[in-house]
């Protein structure tokens, strides 16, 4: 595996954020939901994850997650994803990186 350096891990904006609203995804190839998180001082952005094998998305609202905010934009299908939610393989689906502790909204990742 290569090395980074730490400016190459500065380049990335991981900060943490509240989920305002979940909604199912019809439209996706494969199960997702579309998300509406709430990054403080970053505002509000949206994105798409395939989450569904172990959220209902009532589960999701009101956590705190990890989101990657500096990719650009992405368009799938009819709705553009704004950041990367973190989460881990699982042999069930994806476990979303969920926030042990509360933090302010837009806390970047030491």
Partial sequence: M???????????????????????FPQAR???????????????KKTSA????????????GRQIVGVINFPPKQIGPFVSEFLLTGFPTDDGVAVTAIERPVPNGTRMA
Wanted: no cysteine.
């Fill in 30 to 44: 494969k199960p997702a939901y579309k998300f509406w998180v709430d990054f403080g001082p970053y505002g509000e």
């Fill in 2 to 24: 290569e090395q980074i350096t730490w400016s190459d891990f500065e380049k990335v904006l991981i900060v943490a954020g509240t989920v305002l609203r979940v909604e199912p």
């Fill in 50 to 61: 395939q989450v569904t094998n172990l959220y209902a998305p009532e589960q999701l609202v």
